[in-house]
């Protein structure tokens, strides 16, 4: 059997990529690092629960409006906490 799991991923990953890309004009040290951005995704990203879908349109169907609130707050509560570390922690290494 050969089954194609290529339609699978983690629906926070879209959308912690979105708001660190509109987040980051408040943060231009870190914007004028791709690496630094990146490492503020990955932050972000392991703050949330993982959420694998195969179509973002079913997930977000079957999600009350509460749940879709929930959601968009702890994103955006994982990004600006992910943001915060990643430039403390890049002052500490220039600094030291």
Known sequence: MNQDFSS???YH???????????????????ADSDLLCDV??????RLPPRYIRHA???L???????RSEIDAAILEAVNYAF???QARS???ANG
């Open 13 to 31: 990953e879209r959308e912690v990529l979105g708001a660190v890309m509109k987040a980051a004009d408040d943060y231009p040290d870190i914007r």
């Open 61 to 67: 169907f079957y999600l009350t409006e509460h749940e």
């Open 8 to 10: 699978l991923y983690n």
């Open 41 to 46: 995704a990955c932050v972000a990203l392991n």
């Open 84 to 86: 915060v570390f990643v």
């Open 91 to 93: 002052s500490l290494r």
């Open 57 to 59: 349109v079913d997930f």
